[in-house]
């Protein structure tokens, strides 16, 4: 590990210099695992959107081949913004954006923006066929702005349907929904609304689960509550029980992915063993705390650990638990035992999971290190992240939110160099979020419970 980097993840896939933001093209592919994000490999700010690509077999042993996609064609010049991948014969086809802004005086929302569907294919991830448009401004529908982008495919009865994030004229968000016979040819079919949520849904995805459809998609424009929608954006669900793309689509509530202060844009693939595994962006566009120390080390961002999805019989919900294969980095029990009115406190280094059960009593409290406190209230079934130093948090707060069964009965934490993964109830809610911990790190929990505590490796990462 690179001493000058203090904050560089050991588990966690950042950019090994520079930017990164949502993940793109996830798939496998003959046993690998492709994992490409949104990159800008000088400017740690970000700036000029390329594709960076990770593959691995395991989650354990990661290889990360470098740039596949530049903002080279006439399409893409302003970026290659984000994309989904099909797998179809050995191949991976790849859709994303091409963004283009005219010179001019343009706002760039309703005028001076082109939004162009691309394809590339590739059997690796490192080489890349030439460049395709397939879909420009005028092939959307008429009464949008230019924001339309971030593609992402699926098969569905016979035939493949591709959804798109946009924002109308009016400022809706909204999603089109396209169908193709060739992942070629395109044709529009209809937009999928739910009126006043959001002037613009940024990367939806689309997918079946327990043989119910799910919409994810991450709006722009929701005003803040108290327990939630508490970031700049937001990204969340909504079900859609037995819809089939003929019907009309209803959208049930709306759940949020994550109530931490890192989490966006995420992405979902069904795996070779079909799991359907989730992986956000950990960060948050336009976030007022946008001067993360990273930035003097020269890269910003990471991507979440990977989270299979599984429905939740009784509620209907969609649970996210860590991919079994994160049980590999376990490398050594720290601790393990009842922890009753007698506080439990550790000196920590970074990477560590730890596993909270039989949670009983009033309150539970984890002081990750000085200044950031995780605390549960039984009585109101709330959980709350907060910061009082303003150097571990930079800038982040607090983020509140309740717990749907109301109890917290388990809890599961990753914990790396800069961040923290908070999963509830085996998943019920989560809370992501990026801290910087000064000097040692000691961690201190009171409350009545069970507790592990397992150091966790670095994942092995090959140029
Ligand atoms: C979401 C997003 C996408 C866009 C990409 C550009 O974070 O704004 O809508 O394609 O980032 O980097």
Same mark, same amino acid.
């Given at each position: ?14 950019? @090994? ?16 695992? &492709? ?17 960076? &690509? ?37 191949? @991976? ?9 005219? +010179? ?23 080489? +890349? ?32 349907? @591709?959804?798109?994030? +946009? ?17 070629? &040819? ?100 336009? *976030? ?12 910003? &961002? ?76 039984? *009585? ?20 509140? @939110? ?14 790396? +160099? ?46």
């Amino acid at each position: 590990m690179d001493k000058e980097k203090r904050y560089y993840p050991l588990f966690h896939l950042g950019p @090994m210099s520079g930017w990164l933001n949502d993940p793109n093209g996830l798939c496998q592919l003959s046993g690998v695992h &492709h994992i490409f994000f949104q990159y800008s490999p000088d400017e740690p700010r970000g700036g000029r959107k390329c594709w960076g &690509h990770y593959e691995t077999r395991d989650f354990v042993s990661y290889r990360f081949t470098g740039t596949f996609l530049e903002p080279d064609a006439v399409e893409d010049r302003d970026g290659v913004y984000s994309g989904c991948a099909y797998v179809k014969d050995g191949r @991976m086809y790849l859709f994303y954006t091409g963004n283009v802004k005219w +010179a001019g005086a343009y706002d760039y929302v309703y005028a001076g923006r082109e939004a162009n569907t691309m394809l590339v294919t590739s059997c690796d991830g490192v080489l +890349a066929s030439p460049k395709e448009c397939l879909m420009r401004n005028e092939d959307y529908p008429g009464n949008l702005s230019c924001h339309v982008r971030d593609p992402k495919v699926f098969l569905h009865q016979g035939r493949y349907y @591709m959804v798109q994030g +946009a924002r109308t004229r009016d400022d809706e968000g909204c999603v089109l929904l396209f169908s193709s016979m060739d992942l070629r &040819h395109w044709g529009f079919e209809k937009a999928i609304f739910k009126p006043k949520f959001g002037y613009m849904w940024e990367c939806p995805d689309l997918f079946w689960l327990s043989g119910k459809a799910f919409l994810s998609v991450s709006p722009q424009g929701l005003a803040a509550e108290e327990f939630c929608y508490q970031n700049v954006y937001q990204s969340g669900y909504f079900s859609m029980g037995k819809w089939s793309v003929l019907d009309e689509a209803s959208l049930e509530e709306f759940h949020e992915w994550d109530y931490g202060f890192d989490f966006y844009a995420p992405q979902t693939y069904e795996d070779e063993q079909g799991r359907r595994i989730l992986i956000g962006w950990m960060g948050m566009p336009d *976030a007022p705390y946008d001067h993360d120390p990273t930035i003097a080390e020269g890269w910003q &961002h990471m991507l979440t650990i990977p989270r299979q999805l599984q429905v939740d019989d009784v509620t209907g919900r969609i649970r996210q638990t860590p991919l079994p294969e994160m049980l590999q980095l376990r490398e050594e029990e720290l601790f393990c035992c009842e922890m009753e009115n007698e506080p439990l406190l550790r000196k920590m280094e970074d990477g560590y999971e730890l596993l909270i059960s039989d949670i009983k009593g009033e309150t539970l409290t984890i002081i990750f290190c000085d200044g950031v406190t995780f605390t549960y209230h039984a *009585a109101y079934g709330k959980c709350c992240l907060t910061f009082t130093d303003e150097r571990v948090g930079c800038g982040r707060d607090e983020r509140r @939110m309740y717990l749907q069964s109301s109890a917290l009965r388990t809890l599961r934490v990753f914990v790396d +160099a800069c961040s923290i993964e908070l999963f509830c109830n085996d998943g019920e809610e989560v809370m992501t979020t990026k801290y910087f911990p000064q000097d040692e790190i000691v961690l201190r929990m009171d409350g009545s419970a069970k507790v592990c505590g397992y150091r966790l490796r670095a994942v092995d990462i090959c140029k």
